[in-house]
């Protein structure tokens, strides 16, 4: 089994519309969970953080998690075409600090 | 601004030939990582380091080893380079105060040929 999962896309949405992202992970005892954006030609970099269930809010972004269920997913709210990268899931292994990365998700946002 | 440099953007290197790639950040984090990145397999952790002359094996070690005398730089070391390790090698360095957030550098593309 995949340690982190995720859907590679692409995913596609209208302009203003709510990109929704999902991932599932493996590990029940993970306890830090990332979600990294990376454009194409360039490294990921940090978008949000979650440790605890339910929801988290930053700006136009919301991550949420569920530990019964393993899922963590990421909302995009009025996503614009800069939205437009490979979103990164990551979870940490073995409950200590380097990570597991999924695959990524591709989101295109059309004007 | 955390800033990670990586040594070259672009390496193209032959088959047995002993490559290094060297990772420097500058703002005094104890934890480095090596990862590379293939198409279809995302990003994979090779190796990472917890401190100075410290370091474990992530999931792909093989083929590889690493270096740390100094805080601030992290090398990874092909001991004999083969086509298979023809990739994309990022560089991260760990913050964990106030936020947990590894910083990449900008990356290594390497080919063997």
């Known amino acids: 089994q995949k340690e982190v999962e995720q859907n590679s896309g692409p995913l596609s949405v209208p302009e203003g519309a709510i990109a929704s992202l999902n991932c599932t992970y493996s590990?029940?005892?993970?306890?830090?969970f990332f979600w990294y954006r990376q454009y194409s030609g360039k490294s990921p970099e940090l978008i949000m953080s979650?440790?605890?269930?339910g929801d988290k809010e930053d700006g136009r972004f919301t991550a949420q998690l569920n530990k019964a269920s393993q899922y963590v997913s990421l909302l995009i709210r009025d996503s614009q075409p800069s939205d437009s990268a490979t979103y990164l899931c990551a979870v940490n292994k073995n409950s200590g600090y380097a990570l597991n990365f999924g695959k990524g998700t591709s989101l295109l946002v059309t004007p | 601004d955390v800033k990670v440099t990586q040594s070259s953007r672009y390496l193209v290197k032959r088959t047995g030939e002993k490559v290094f790639l060297e990772c420097v950040q500058d703002m005094d984090h104890e934890n480095m990582f090596w990862y590379r990145q293939d198409p279809g397999l995302g990003l994979r952790l090779i190796y990472f380091?917890?401190?100075?002359?410290?370091?474990e094996k992530g999931d792909i070690p093989e083929g590889y080893s690493v270096s740390r005398e100094k805080k601030e730089r992290f090398s990874l070391i092909l001991e004999s380079a083969s086509t298979n390790q023809t990739s994309m090698y990022l560089c991260a360095s760990r913050q964990s105060i106030p936020t947990d957030t590894q910083y990449f550098g900008p990356g290594t593309r390497l080919t063997v040929l």
């Open positions: 380091s917890y401190d100075v002359k410290m370091k």
């Open positions: 979650i440790y605890s269930n």
């Open positions: 590990d029940r005892v993970s306890q830090s």
